[in-house]
């Protein structure tokens, strides 16, 4: 099974700063990496999926990138609603994983 | 506009039954593949199942032989039947529809419903 893993497990930055959360897959999985904001007490919301490429409605501020084993996600000027929890997921085989989650937390 | 609206979730003993309802709306559940998503208190997102558009159903190794996904077309809804549980199955339980174009991803999410293993 492919292992997702994500750091920070915790991040605290400022409103403005440019933040950016890492998820490793324990494999090349190519581009099939997904990432997720969820907030306390709702579903999770799609974010990025193959990598890079921005749902509809998302802001700008959030992108993706990376191939193979290594992921990122940049936020490139944080606002108040950006602190969330952020999970990247995977799809191999039918089957799904989720990394453990990235905590973004406010200075 | 794509809503999914979770019911069923409750208190039940180790080793008891329940079954959780998905209500679509905005969408033909029978023409999609479909999941359940799983949260323990506390904890990351686990995926549990996926029920695909022609039938074909998948469970995550935690859950099989004790959770069985499935559909009723007429009434645009999804279920998971879980049987045998345990106080690791305590957890808020989504359903969410998977992007039928690529099939890796959960584009639309319900609100959740909390399951609770305890005596």
């Known amino acids: 099974d492919i292992q997702m893993t994500q750091s920070p497990s915790t991040l605290s930055a400022s409103v403005g700063d440019r933040v950016t959360i890492t998820c490793r897959a324990s494999?090349?999985?190519?581009?099939?990496l997904a990432w997720y904001q969820q907030k306390p007490g709702k579903a999770p919301n799609l974010l990025i999926s193959k990598a890079s490429s921005l749902e509809s409605g998302v802001p700008s501020r959030f992108s993706g990138s990376g191939s193979g084993t290594e992921f990122t996600l940049t936020i490139s000027s944080l606002q108040p609603d950006d602190f969330a929890t952020y999970y990247c997921q995977h799809y191999n085989s039918y089957s799904y994983t989720f990394g453990q989650g990235t905590k973004l937390e406010i200075k | 506009e794509v809503q999914l609206v979770e019911s069923g979730g409750g208190l039940v003993q180790p080793g008891g039954s329940l079954r959780l309802s998905c209500a679509a709306s905005g969408f033909t559940v029978s023409s999609n593949y479909m999941s359940w998503v799983r949260q323990a208190p506390g904890k990351g997102l686990e995926w549990v199942s996926v029920i695909y558009s022609g039938g074909s159903t998948y469970y995550a190794d935690s859950v099989k032989g004790r959770f069985t996904i499935s559909r009723h077309n007429s009434k645009n809804t999804l279920y998971l039947q879980m049987n045998s549980l345990r106080a690791e199955d305590t957890a808020v339980y989504y359903c969410a529809r998977v992007d039928i174009l690529t099939g890796s991803t959960f584009d639309y999410w319900g609100q959740g419903t909390l399951v609770t293993v305890s005596s």
């Open positions: 494999q090349s999985i190519s581009r099939w």
